[in-house]
């Protein structure tokens, strides 16, 4: 699927890396000061782990270094848990959250790999949740610049790479991740208005990075897709357009160009749920234009028009793992999300598909001409551990190696990439399927409610992973 016929390759600088986030991996969830964020407060559901241990990151981040260090990473991206470090929201800062990312940052530079911090990775903590509905209300900006700045003055010394807001949107279709109550999910206006604190709490992460953080490079982590029409109708194609918009525009304008997009904007006028501007909104959101723009990329969608009489659907996961067990978005005359037979599925329905990861970043590159960092790709799997104690996860490196040929052709197309942080390094809480539901290079020997040893087993895909970056993501078929 050569588009051009001169060959590109990665740069030789290519940032090889590996992702996690605090609440899916550290566990230690109420240890040495930390108190709880929403995350750690919604019950899981039924027979699936909670965040209390997970991979007990917390306790081995040395030995998981080190493996890091033999995988080959070049870069390791992990988010900072804000509970951890403002135990309260705001104000006394608990010194031993300091030092244990200290110790991790410290560790990780030691071993040559770069640092990539992300700020909000889902999790809020719980008392600002309580005492003002969290995202819902304006004084969260305060409290999260005195988080951002807390940590700014305590690791941008040694951290340059900062990413701010992880998948904004995933946070508004999924309301539990917002801590939200549900009266509040029933309400657009509510999921909007977070939409639009969001959106000033990046620009504000931005400024303070700039201010904090002398050569920083900063960027917001936006998951999004492209999506096919179902069928050659021209409405087929509109809804296309309109899914772009709604899942992909709307919050890159916001976030690169500092505005809201036209159509979304009427789209939101027109339904009475759009926010409210404060004076300064508008300046603020222009402060906030990125260096780079950071891209969760998983599978694409198919859609087909939505009559504006139809039921809306809201988003939802498949909980049971089994195939066909998924219900579709619906957006009354907007889309409807549905199956496209050209495509596989992973046992959670999620569509792979490498072309559409390249068209990914040549829609978002050919738009908006800012770099881009990879910070997740991945297949989440029924991982199993064999007598012989090893775990053949081939389907996964079949997964990562077309992702990757397609991210090349995307160079070649010319696309600007510096790095690729594929999810996960090692296993860890997925978001709504439990442990499951597995990602990583390396195994973690426990099951949903076993924690058995915890131990760390490279599975196949490391030894392959290694090699990759060894050649510079040469793919051996
Ligand atoms: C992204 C999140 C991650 C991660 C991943 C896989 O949306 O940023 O936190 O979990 O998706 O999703 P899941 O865990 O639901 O399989």
């Known amino acids: 699927m050569e588009y051009l016929k001169k060959p590109a390759g990665f740069p030789e600088s290519f940032m090889w890396g590996g992702a996690s986030a605090a609440f899916q ?49 070049k870069g390791y991206r992990f988010s900072i848990s804000w509970s951890r470090i403002l135990p309260n929201g705001r104000g006394k800062v608990n010194q031993e959250g300091i030092a244990f990312y200290n110790k991790l940052i410290d560790k990780l530079i030691e071993n040559d790999i770069i640092p990539v911090v992300t700020l909000y990775h ?43 807001i992880n998948e904004q949107i995933s946070i508004l279709f999924y309301p539990k991740f917002t801590g939200s109550s549900p009266e509040d999910e029933k309400d657009d206006i509510w999921r909007y208005r977070m939409n639009h604190n969001f959106s000033l709490g990046h620009a504000i992460a931005v400024k303070l990075c700039r201010k904090y953080v002398p050569g920083c490079k900063v960027g917001p982590v936006v998951g999004w897709n492209v999506s096919y029409p179902a069928t050659s109708k021209p409405e087929d194609s509109l809804a296309s357009y309109n899914r772009d918009v709604i899942q992909g525009y709307s919050i890159f304008d916001l976030y690169i160009q500092g505005k809201y997009n ?5 789209y939101l006028c027109d339904r009475g749920i759009q926010p409210e501007f404060s004076s300064g909104d508008k300046d603020l959101l222009k402060e906030g234009r990125p260096d780079f723009i950071a891209l969760n990329y998983y599978r694409s969608a198919t859609v087909k028009y939505a009559f504006l009489e139809s039921r809306e659907i ?40 490498p072309a559409g990861f390249r068209l990914t970043l040549r829609k978002i590159y050919d738009r908006y001409e800012l770099p881009i960092m990879i ?31 397609a991210m090349k052709l ?18 860890l809480l997925s978001t709504s399927n439990g442990f499951s539901k597995r990602y990583g290079f ?3 020997n426990r099951t949903e409610n076993d924690l058995k040893d915890l131990r760390r087993i490279r599975k196949k895909s490391f030894y392959w992973y290694r090699n990759v970056i060894k050649t510079n993501g040469e793919i051996v078929d």
Not at 140 to 153: G, T
Request: proline residues 4%.
């Open 25 to 73: 991996y550290e566990g230690a969830w109420n240890e040495d000061g930390k108190s709880p964020n929403i995350m750690d407060m919604i019950p899981p559901h039924e027979g699936m782990a909670d965040t209390h241990v997970t991979s007990d990151h917390y306790h081995r981040y040395g030995d998981d270094i080190t493996l890091m260090k033999e995988l080959g990473l």
């Open 122 to 164: 889902f999790d809020m903590p719980y008392c600002l949740k309580e005492e003002y509905n969290g995202w819902a209300s304006r004084k969260i900006l305060d409290d999260f610049s005195e988080f951002c700045e807390v940590v700014f003055k305590a690791f941008g010394s040694r951290v340059k790479y900062w990413l701010t």
């Open 262 to 266: 036209p159509s979304f904007w009427s």
């Open 314 to 353: 809201k988003h939802q996961y498949n909980l049971s793992g089994k195939k066909g067990n998924i219900t579709y978005p619906l957006r009354p005359g907007a889309y409807q999300e549905c199956k496209n037979d050209y495509l596989e599925v992973t046992d959670w329905d999620w569509a792979m598909d």
């Open 375 to 405: 910070t997740e790709n991945g297949l989440g799997a029924y991982d199993v551990l064999d007598d012989a104690g090893t775990i053949n996860d081939e389907y996964r490196i079949q997964y990562l190696a077309k992702h990757i040929k």
């Open 410 to 427: 995307a160079i070649q197309d010319g696309v600007e990439i510096f790095g690729y942080h594929p999810w996960s390094f090692m296993d």
């Open 442 to 444: 390396v195994y973690v």
